[in-house]
């Protein structure tokens, strides 16, 4: 037991010592006792959870979501459910768990079933409660990160392409985490297409940009102590800012824009609060600002002056097939889009702008 422990010690002097010691020997006082006690800590340890710790201590709790006030509510329960399994708590999961139920749930999720598993994940399940709820979502993300390709790259404090695409496999199934290393739309909507008839089968049709619109308000920083991820100050509603890069002008745009998510997506719509598609709400924060854009998103891709997208800016527009969206300025857009979170789409941020191929990128400001 005294040779474990001295054992012990060593391996975490050598973990948490910020300047390594080499021995002239490293085998020099190793004998057959102690090497099997260090093998023993080195094949019981879960290095998972050691590198949550370390990367935790490096910055400092620095996850947090973006959720309406019913939403954070939960927090507690949330909590208490993390605490009742062996997944270990930390304020990283809680932070994320709080990101699903927002985008699951809404503003306002159903009392007996906050991140709407019914609907979902689960449209067989009866006599579903908050708890069974929460439970069924947290195993669906933690089974989703085991099975990851790179399972080393994965933390709650760190908002990565890898976390993405354990996200999407609370959707999509662990199925896609496993043969997905990184999230990207193309290959949810693949994999979706692939097993749509099982999926049609249990009454399903789950969001294929759920990763991304998770991502949207989940907020981290990077171990270096650097923006990282989906870091920048993401907006929730009315008065609320861009952390953007750009003209005045530009972020005046980004920021009017901003005034309008939340309000509902409406296919053909042209009010800023009663209901607009993608091209519309282009159209109607530009023309508050006294620029004329065509109606049609494939028309705006000829309006303005085109740039690349390296050189794109706080009130730049982008253009994909058959949608178009502001640039915010720090990596992300703001837009009308019918997917969720909003039941049937509405105006919202995302965060990631790339996440689907584009067609061009213009300057309507002069």
């Given amino acids: 037991m005294k040779h474990k422990i001295i054992a012990l010690l060593c391996s975490a002097s050598i973990l948490f010592s910020s300047v390594p010691v080499y021995a002239d020997d490293p085998f020099k006082g190793w004998n057959d006792d102690n090497q099997e006690s260090v093998w023993t800590i080195m094949e019981t340890t879960d290095w998972t959870k050691m590198q949550d710790f370390l990367t935790l201590e490096a910055i400092n709790n620095t996850a947090s979501a973006e959720v309406s006030g019913t939403v954070r509510a939960y927090e507690a329960e949330i909590r208490r459910v993390i605490n009742s399994t062996d997944i270990g708590i930390s304020d990283g999961l809680v932070e994320l768990m709080l990101a699903l139920m927002q985008v699951m749930g809404g503003n306002h999720p159903p009392a007996d079933d906050p991140y709407n598993v019914k609907t979902w994940i689960d449209p067989s399940i009866n006599n579903i409660n908050a708890e069974t709820s929460i439970k069924k979502v947290l195993i669906k993300l933690d089974t989703a990160r085991k099975v990851h390709q790179s399972p080393d790259k994965l933390s709650y404090f760190v908002n990565s392409d890898e976390l993405r695409s354990v996200i999407q496999g609370v959707m999509l199934?662990?199925?896609?985490?496993?043969?997905?290393?990184?999230?990207?739309?193309?290959?949810?909507?693949?994999?979706?297409?692939?097993?749509?008839?099982?999926?049609?089968?249990?009454?399903?049709?789950?969001?294929?940009?759920f990763a991304?619109?998770?991502?949207?308000?989940f907020k981290t920083t990077s171990t270096s102590g650097s923006a990282g991820g989906q870091s920048s100050v993401i907006p929730g509603g009315p008065g609320d800012s861009f952390n953007a890069v750009g003209t005045a002008e530009g972020i005046e745009v980004v920021n009017y824009?901003?005034?309008?998510?939340?309000?509902?997506?409406?296919?053909?719509?042209?009010?800023l609060t009663n209901g607009i598609?993608?091209?519309?709400?282009?159209?109607?924060?530009?023309?508050?600002?006294?620029?004329?854009?065509?109606?049609?998103?494939?028309?705006q891709a000829n309006s303005g002056v085109g740039i690349s997208y390296d050189e794109a800016r706080a009130g730049d527009i982008i253009v994909y097939p058959g949608h178009v969206a502001i640039l915010t300025g720090d990596g992300g857009i703001v837009h009308a889009s019918n997917s969720a979170p909003y039941p049937k789409?509405?105006?919202?941020?995302?965060?990631?702008?790339?996440?689907?191929?584009?067609?061009a990128v213009r300057r309507i400001l002069q």
């Fill in 173 to 209: 199934t662990t199925r896609y985490t496993q043969e997905n290393e990184k999230y990207s739309l193309e290959s949810a909507t693949s994999f979706y297409e692939k097993h749509k008839e099982e999926f049609d089968k249990k009454g399903i049709v789950p969001s294929l940009t």
């Fill in 212 to 217: 991304d619109d998770v991502s949207a308000i």
């Fill in 257 to 271: 824009a901003a005034q309008f998510i939340g309000n509902p997506y409406v296919y053909g719509g042209n009010s």
């Fill in 277 to 299: 598609d993608c091209s519309g709400f282009t159209q109607q924060v530009f023309a508050h600002f006294g620029y004329v854009l065509p109606r049609v998103s494939d028309y």
């Fill in 345 to 359: 789409g509405g105006i919202k941020y995302t965060a990631n702008a790339l996440y689907r191929n584009y067609i």
